[in-house]
């Protein structure tokens, strides 16, 4: 089965940098499916960061899409060849501490799965 485990969280100061990985294995290529960045800060519900597509006709590639509160901040990336995505979190703030899953959407005729991972901890603290 799809298997998706996420990685490179860590305790950082405000403006400071991290880079989240999303390391997809199983029956997918990374390639054709979207992937997507949620987070769970502490005592809140889950909510989207981060999305890109794996690309469309009208886009001519992947289309990504970002809550406004990182909007500037993070960036979303896939490396399909290493059936890998990527968060970027550049000036990380104190509400950015969360613990971030990484999700992956696989489609067939009949049906939509999401595939999660276990996440992990971003903290920002001064």
């Known amino acids: 089965q799809v298997q998706v485990v996420e990685s490179g969280g860590g305790l950082v100061q405000p403006g400071e940098s991290l880079r989240l990985s999303c390391v997809v294995s199983?029956?997918?290529?990374?390639?054709?499916?979207?992937v997507a960045w949620y987070r769970q800060p502490p005592g809140k519900q889950r909510e989207l960061v981060a999305a890109?597509?794996?690309?469309?006709?009208?886009?001519?590639?992947?289309?990504?899409h970002y809550i406004d509160s990182v909007k500037g901040r993070f960036t979303i990336s896939r490396d399909n060849a290493k059936n890998t995505g990527y968060l970027q979190m550049n000036n990380l703030k104190l509400e950015d501490t969360a613990v971030y899953y990484c999700?992956?959407?696989?489609?067939?005729?009949?049906?939509?799965?999401?595939?999660w991972g276990h996440g992990t901890q971003v903290t920002v603290s001064s």
């Open positions: 890109i597509t794996s690309g469309t006709i009208t886009s001519g590639g992947a289309v990504t």
């Open positions: 999700q992956i959407e696989v489609a067939d005729a009949l049906s939509v799965k999401d595939y």
């Open positions: 199983g029956i997918i290529f990374i390639g054709a499916h979207p």
